[in-house]
């Protein structure tokens, strides 16, 4: 979670509800998967592409090659399927 639910919760009231305490982990569980899932993307497109002829010098060289040729948001395919898959 990064540390986001920690520093959120004190600052709900001291009787908050169950269904508020909740819905702020629900949000911050679903903002810290966003913000990990480029490096999920990279970490797959690396190993997807070992033993082929598209070769990565490094996860930051993967990141360039695949922004220039597809841009940044191909580093966010899947994204929604994984917050759904979070929700079950």
């Known amino acids: 979670y990064f540390g986001i639910f920690d520093t959120v919760r004190p600052m709900l009231p001291k009787d ?3 269904a508020i305490t909740f819905g702020v ?3 911050v569980t679903v903002s810290a998967g966003l913000m990990s899932y480029p490096i999920d993307t990279i970490r797959r497109r690396m190993m997807m592409t070992s033993g082929q002829a598209v070769k990565y010098k ?3 060289d993967c990141a360039r090659q695949i922004v220039a040729a597809e841009g940044f ?4 395919k899947g994204a929604g399927a994984n ?3 979070g929700m079950a």
């Open 83 to 85: 917050i759904l898959r």
């Open 25 to 27: 982990g629900y949000a």
């Open 16 to 18: 908050a509800s169950f």
């Open 58 to 60: 490094g996860s930051l």
């Open 73 to 76: 948001m191909s580093l966010m």
